[in-house]
């Protein structure tokens, strides 16, 4: 009974030996093949892509190795790590928000600025943006397109303030962009966050708020205004020009004729003078009598007489003076006065 009992339990060992070695070889088997795998899996894992709208940078231990293009490409595994950037061309508004429905909200500390007039304006862009420098782009800035940001609208503001809210508008609005893009490239440049403006347009320009609207429309009106008067202004000047022109001519030429008209008289009262002192040194005595006499011709017609009968007082042309009333005295004739009843003469 005992040797039954030995080869049994000789037997139950082996059996257990057996299947330990059988476990064993189970797990060397199940290891081996995850170790398989793993080295399988790593080496398939250093292998990337690179599409054509993309653009991927390899570093190692922290440095830049270098930037694929679209491609098939292997990296170390473990070691060499991939960054990949989108290089496709990106839009974003300037004044105004889009939100995931398609609705638009205004900005209204982006949009709202100052031109050269000293009006306030509501100008909105679209700037459309790529990554031209993929390594500047990840490693020169934490933010770039926040920076970028901040350049367009300073940009923007640095431009609109030199234009006229008219000119903001409407015909300057080309002229505006053209200047941004130009002064957004320049200080991209200068700063190297690896971004490229690719363009900037105008989406919309208008007064900022209903009051400054009404103002605006105001200003407007009252410029309407202004053009009209002037229109006007001109359009009677223009009617009244040459009517003044011709009055002045005209009052020229009677002043001219005049001039010539008094040029002559003179002269010839010159010459009448001459002639005369010429007769008057010939013939002195004479020459008074005759001025004298000349003189009271052409006087006595002008002159009239008061005749007075002691109550009243009459004036009378010295022609009719042979017909005075009888009674009646003459001062300068040997009359006795002419507040007692005499007669005065007088000239017109």
Do not use: C
């Amino acid at each position: 009974m005992n040797l039954h009992h030995d080869s049994e339990n000789k037997n139950s060992t082996s059996k257990f030996n057996m299947k330990d070695f059988s476990m064993k070889g189970a797990a060397k088997r199940i290891l081996t093949a995850i170790l398989a795998l793993l080295v399988i899996g790593t080496i398939l894992g250093g292998f990337y892509r690179v599409d054509e709208q993309e653009a991927a940078v390899v570093t190692m231990f922290g440095s830049v190795i270098r930037t694929d293009t679209a491609g098939l490409y292997f990296k170390i595994p473990w070691i060499q790590q991939v960054t990949k950037v989108d290089t496709t061309i990106h839009g974003t508004g300037l004044g105004y928000e889009v939100d995931d429905d398609g609705q638009v909200f205004t900005v209204d500390t982006e949009g709202i600025m100052i031109t050269s007039d000293f009006n306030l304006i509501d100008i909105d862009f679209y700037m459309e943006y790529r990554v031209s420098d993929p390594v500047a782009y990840l490693y020169n800035s934490r933010t770039p397109e926040y920076i970028l940001k901040n350049v367009a609208l300073a940009a923007i503001r640095s431009t609109v303030i030199d234009f006229t809210v008219d000119d903001a508008m409407t015909t300057g609005k080309a002229q505006i962009q053209s200047l941004v893009k130009q002064k957004m490239q320049d200080e991209l440049t200068r700063q190297n966050i690896g971004l490229q403006v690719v363009n900037i347009t105008v989406q919309d320009a208008e007064p900022p708020t209903e009051e400054i609207v009404h103002a605006f429309k105001a200003v407007e009106t009252a410029k309407q205004g202004k053009d009209t008067a002037i229109n006007n202004a001109n359009k009677y000047r223009n009617e009244q020009l040459p009517a003044a022109e011709a009055t002045a001519d005209k009052i020229v030429q009677n002043a001219e004729a005049k001039k010539a008209g008094r040029i002559a008289e003179a002269e010839g009262q010159v010459a009448r003078f001459n002639a005369m002192y010429e007769e008057y040194k010939n013939n002195p005595l004479i020459t008074k009598h005759r001025l004298f006499y000349e003189t009271l011709e052409d006087i006595m017609p002008g002159l009239k007489v008061i005749i007075s009968d002691g109550n009243t007082q009459t004036m009378y042309p010295i022609e009719s003076f042979s017909s005075a009333p009888e009674g009646t005295e003459i001062s300068g004739t040997g009359a006795t006065g002419a507040g007692t009843g005499g007669a005065r003469t007088t000239g017109d």
